[in-house]
């Protein structure tokens, strides 16, 4: 602010400012730990938000977090109807039970298309994992080890 604007009024209906939406929107999407080594920048995503049955939005991975998310939004948990196994917190807080990582993706497409606060289901391709890791990937995920 400048000292020569201090003290000063703006008139009533003065246009100030404006904030032009941008031509690409966004996702942010929680991964599992599991798919973490597999999503890469600029890779290609395809979404299935739960408003819009029969459309896919296509798009690509813009940032991946490098920490963990301990916290899910509440409709995202499967307690809100969503697909994320959580624990209430004494905070009312909903705990993810496995660590996820956040990804955001960048789509192209019409603005009447996106709300916020959707939920869905998106897919990106693997491409370079064999038979035998896809093997052991399942046996990580579904054999708990304890020593």
Known sequence: LERRNLLCFVAERTHLCSIAPEDRYRAVL??????????RVGQRVDLKAEHLAGV??????????????????????????GQL????????????????????????????LFRSALRGEARFLVTNRSAAGWAWRYIQTNIRFRL
């Not at 929680?30 to 999503?39: F, M, T, W």
């Not at 939005?57 to 109807?81: C, T, Y």
């Not at 004494?90 to 955001?104: D, K, Q």
């Open 30 to 39: 929680l991964i599992d730990q599991h798919d973490r080594a597999d999503v």
């Open 85 to 112: 196994p959580t624990v209430t917190d004494s905070l009312g807080r909903e705990r993810l039970t496995s660590e996820a990582y956040e990804v955001a993706v960048r789509f192209d497409g019409r603005p009447e």
């Open 56 to 81: 896919t939005l296509h798009g690509a991975v813009a940032e991946i977090a490098h920490q963990n998310v301990d916290f899910a939004p509440r409709m995202l948990s499967n307690k809100f109807g």
